[in-house]
């Protein structure tokens, strides 16, 4: 239940003169917020969407005289609609169910839930133990495809570096130093397909 319910009509002409045409409707949005403000008691004000339409009716420049508007007040906060408006749906405010008799309600569950959680704790136990032991599993299978693959590794080496000389071995394991050595041993094309000069 509300603590204050009132309709006011609100003038709005003196508030809204003193602003340019153009702004005739920001600043009657001001006077309505100020006026419930001062007559409520409140400086939260919320305006409802037909009271927003009404003002803005005939355009932001075209504001009405005065405009009659129905405020309900509870705990601090102010909604306000068009006393005229279809639908007053806006200014109810949500209600809150008082719970009764929580306390047997909460020691009913307790129980319930007891025995619940002594059979979850058992079924997660088991689910734990299973993830354990696939992951050691896993950790088993990666330790030797490791193991594997540096055998492979240096059983490939060796086999490319039978009968080749030291200089082939290095290229061998480090194929950028034999891209330079090859690139600073010739000529560039240019110098290649130069013609010689005639004297």
Do not use: W
């Amino acid at each position: 239940m509300p603590e204050l319910e009132r309709t006011y009509n609100i003038p709005l002409r003196k508030g809204y003169r003193k602003a340019p045409k153009y702004m005739h409707a920001n600043k009657a949005i001001i006077v309505i917020r100020e006026f419930l403000q001062r007559h409520m008691k409140s400086k939260n004000v919320k305006l409802g969407p037909f009271l927003n339409s009404e003002v803005l009716k005939h355009g932001r420049k075209n504001v009405p005289h005065h405009i009659e508007v129905k405020t309900v007040k509870e705990k601090e906060i102010v909604k306000a609609e068009l006393a005229s408006a279809k639908d007053l749906s806006f200014l109810e405010f949500e209600k809150k169910e008082e719970k009764k008799g929580l306390l047997s309600k909460l020691t009913g569950k307790k129980e319930v839930e007891e025995k619940v959680t002594v059979e979850e704790k058992g079924k997660v136990a088991e689910k734990v133990e299973k993830r354990k032991e696939e992951l050691e599993k896993e950790k088993i299978k990666v330790e030797t495809d490791k193991k594997e693959v540096e055998k492979l590794e240096k059983e490939t080496m060796k086999g490319k570096l039978k009968g080749k000389t030291l200089e082939e071995k290095e290229a061998v394991k480090s194929p950028r130093k034999s891209l330079e050595a090859e690139t600073y041993g010739r000529q560039s094309k240019k110098m290649q397909h130069k013609k010689p000069k005639k004297e």
